[in-house]
């Protein structure tokens, strides 16, 4: 478990270096007072653990930046990739110029996973594919973050997916999607059309998403609140906020209608992870009776059964 008391901890990603876990967080002091001001003042945690239950703290990864800059309010969420020698780190931005409202995602390197160099900015929402915030554009912000790399399952390449919406007159908590971009070196991404469309059971924003094989099966996970999911996916899905689509080809898109969620009382941008060979979930405790915890718990040993996560 990971808990702080002088910090808010919540979402988190992880990669494996030997027998070393690492895992990369959100934090933000609880000093703040009210933990709903934490996402503008976020930044990227960092800790170390053999058995992903007690963990040593490192020094932050990532602050955020010195103004101007497109990521000088708070850096959220990414994913660690290895590749060549070198450790990639793939995150969220969000600036001071535009009250964090506008999300951007961007690089950073490291030659011993300890300490980062920025790169800068990778991309930003093409308005093409993907909508963009205005005062008018029906939702809250412009979601375009939670990038998660991975290699091409079957050739040469990367491939990046991330939370994004399409721009649409209506139904605004059912426009969240699965964001696509292809990368032939980690360095220069191109866009794709989304790998998922709004669904009648869907959802206002499609949140860090992972791909992991579960007993030999590929799954997307992702994670919605109950105030960002459409009518009918509430009133489908009362407890647990984690999802899974099953998927046989990763790149073919995804049924967002086909969801089905992990049940559990409070945890939020649930992660999977292979604790001697068997998949686990951890995330973060989110509310519970006395409001907004903000800690990681331990990890849950899972299993697949008819196209849902339950507990192992």
Known sequence: MLELADHW???SWYARDGEDHHVFFLRASR????PDRR???ASVGHAVSRDMREWTLLPDALVPADSPAWDDQATWTGSVVRHGGTWHLFYTGVSRAENGRVQRIGHAVSADILTWERKGM???ADPALYERYTPTSGWFDEAFRDPWVFPDPSGEGWHMLFTARVAGPDHTRTRGVVGHATSPDLESWTQQ???SRPAATGFGQIEVTQLHKVDGQWVLLFCCGPREASDARRAQNPAGDN??????DPLSGFDIDAARPFEHESLYAARLVDIDERPHLIGFRN??????VGGLIDPIPVRLEDGRLVRA
């Open 9 to 11: 901890v919540w979402d």
């Open 31 to 34: 000093a703040l007072g009210d």
């Open 39 to 41: 996402h503008l003042r």
């Open 122 to 124: 990778l991309l930003e």
């Open 193 to 195: 059309k989304p790998l």
């Open 243 to 248: 999802y899974t689509v099953v998927v046989d």
């Open 287 to 292: 509310i519970e009776e006395d409001g907004f």
